[in-house]
């Protein structure tokens, strides 16, 4: 039996997929790509945007037409936030929702079996519990995701997430190290914690216990050289965390603090739970703590009621912070969100005009961040081959700048990190030199 997978979204998506391949692969079953004939399809959903149910749905019908015989299982969230839409998708076999994704081949199985369509989709929001899914056979060997937290409290005005993934649930302290171990057994040089919201880590936990108290243990952990941290809540970050944060050697000093707007009405208007003063002390902060710190964003333009005073507010902040490099979303009305029914939507030519200006102050900016440390030397982690026929390679350094290198070596240098001169920088990569 053969089976593919198709993942939409985030990284955590990413790790549950990985850990339900490897989970069909004991069950006997061969992983192909997707764009193979298979006897099974898992697509693993996304629903953050409308545009991602409707890409759920896309891929859906590419599988039903690559085998009309095959068994077609769509978990995530999509089928979390409208079960019943998605098992009426024509071909559809069986329906999961996020905290039955380790029963995937289980119930995929049991359609086979009993040749009928399978829902389970449990109440998330009741749902407090960690659903344990670990990996120890990652397809990329030099990387690994570790999957650490689940679900928000947050309820951010234009997301469904809570409602798709639920509270917040962390995996114990004991499971994390027992997982990671086996990772540096398997030769991983890298782990990438990740989460929904991951600055919650620990606050449904009986043991009292942190996201810095967790970094900590990880430091102690024999053969991985580094750590990063996915996408975190600027307000996660004190003048205590950030001594305690600069202290690690292993911690990769980069971090993704989501900002969304650079206008506090417009913050507010959103339900995030900062200003965008505190953002900015925050920013300062890092930068005055950690050394040669990537500090990275994701923002919102168009969000309703958002003026041409909020957007200049919100191109100015980004400006005088001049941070590594933001990520430029043009807002989407979400089914279901409070965004969705606010006054003073914007128009679409208003958004790509917007969001055209920060993108012209982005490519600014990165190019800027990368120039500074031309001539300076960092380990890179050599994660692939960038170009077959000129021996070139690719990887990054522990702040998360892209840089190709030239080898001509014997040895296989993927998986290892090496230092490297950074030579010249251009727009998103930068071009080093191995120094033996």
């Not at 006997?28 to 193979?36: I, L």
């Not at 710190?293 to 001049?322: Q, R």
């Not at 979303?329 to 965004?339: H, I, Y």
Request: net charge neutral; proline share 3%.
């Amino acid at each position: 039996m053969k089976v593919a997978f198709a993942t939409l979204g985030c990284r955590v998506n990413t790790y549950e997929s990985e850990a339900m391949a490897e989970k069909f692969i004991r069950e006997g079953y061969e992983m192909v790509d997707f764009s193979e004939k298979a006897d099974v399809y898992v697509i693993n959903t996304c629903t953050v945007t409308n545009m991602g149910d409707k890409k759920s749905r896309q891929i859906i019908g590419r599988a039903r037409r690559l085998n009309p015989e095959s068994i077609i299982a769509v978990v995530g969230c999509y089928s979390q936030i409208a079960p019943k839409e998605v098992s009426n998708i024509e071909g559809v076999d069986v329906v999961l929702g996020n905290r039955n994704k380790g029963e995937v081949v289980y119930w995929v199985n049991r359609s086979i079996d009993e040749k009928k369509q399978i829902v389970k989709v449990g109440e998330i929001l009741k749902n407090k519990v960690f659903e344990e899914l670990s990996i120890e056979n990652f397809q990329d060997k030099t990387r690994a995701f570790l999957k650490i937290q689940d679900g928000c409290n947050r309820f951010c005005s234009y997301c469904l997430i809570p409602y798709a993934r639920g509270g917040v649930c962390s995996k114990p302290k004991a499971k994390i190290l027992e997982e990671v171990r086996k990772l540096s057994n398997h030769g991983f040089k890298e782990v990438i914690l990740s989460g929904i919201h991951i600055a919650s880590y620990g606050l449904d936990l009986e043991e009292k216990i942190t996201l810095v108290d967790i970094l900590e243990e990880l430091e102690k952990v024999d053969g991985i050289e580094r750590i990063r941290i996915g996408s975190i809540d600027p307000t996660f970050f004190t003048e205590d965390t950030a001594d305690r944060l600069a202290a690690l050697k292993k911690l990769c000093p980069h971090f993704h603090l989501s900002l969304q707007s650079g206008s506090t009405e417009t913050l507010k208007r959103m339900n995030r739970r900062y200003t965008a003063e505190e953002y900015k002390e925050i920013v300062g902060l890092l930068r005055e703590k950690i050394k040669d710190v990537s500090i990275t964003t994701d923002v919102i333009v168009g969000f309703p009621g958002e003026t041409s005073e909020e957007f200049n507010e919100t191109y100015e902040f980004l400006k005088e912070l001049a941070l590594t490099k933001v990520h430029i979303f043009k807002f989407s009305p979400r089914t279901g969100t409070k965004a969705e029914k606010m006054a003073n939507q914007i128009d679409g030519k208003t958004k790509d005009e917007r969001s055209k200006l920060l993108q012209e102050l982005n490519d600014k900016n990165e190019r800027s961040y990368g120039e500074s440390f031309v001539g300076r030397t960092f380990p890179v982690l050599i994660e692939q081959k960038a170009s077959l026929e000129e021996n070139l390679y690719s990887g990054y350094t522990p702040n998360y700048l892209n840089i190709v290198v030239k080898y001509n070596g014997d040895k296989d240098i993927i998986g290892n990190i090496v230092n490297v001169k950074i030579q010249s920088f251009n727009g998103e990569v930068g071009l080093g030199l191995i120094i033996p």
